[in-house]
């Protein structure tokens, strides 16, 4: 059964970095375009940044840009390295694969999988 794992999430200061990782399994997701969404208590779920299936195009929520970065390896990876870290990115992380599309999109509701998400906390 295919399925998407997130890890990397934990308790940071403001100011602080983490990696947030999201591996794949039961299928291959490399032909997918990939990304992570992110959801705070009392907010709907929103797009945080995607990546194209090679790795060549990536996009970002305002946001994060330039304090976000997402890439992805060959094996069935994708990572989210966040640095500046903000008490407004409090939130639970989750990485999704769109296998209808070739585009990065910001819609929630094209993406087919969804992990069970990670929490970030980042305090002030």
């Known amino acids: 059964q295919a399925q998407l794992v997130e890890s990397g999430g934990g308790l940071v200061q403001a100011g602080g970095s983490l990696r947030l990782s999201c591996a794949a399994s039961?299928?291959?997701?490399?032909?997918?375009?990939m990304a992570w969404f992110r959801q705070a208590p009392g907010n709907e779920r929103e797009f945080v940044a995607g990546i194209s299936s090679s790795g060549g195009v990536t996009y970002y929520a305002n946001s994060v840009k330039g304090r976000f970065t997402i890439s992805r390896d060959n094996a069935n990876t994708v990572y989210l390295q966040m640095n500046s870290l903000k008490p407004e990115d409090t939130a639970v992380y989750y990485c999704?694969?769109?296998?209808?599309?070739?585009?990065?999109?910001?819609?929630?509701?094209?993406?087919?999988?969804w992990g069970q998400g990670t929490q970030v906390t980042v305090s002030s």
């Open positions: 039961g299928r291959t997701f490399s032909s997918y375009t």
């Open positions: 999704a694969a769109d296998t209808a599309g070739w585009r990065i999109r910001a819609d929630i509701n094209v993406y087919s999988y």
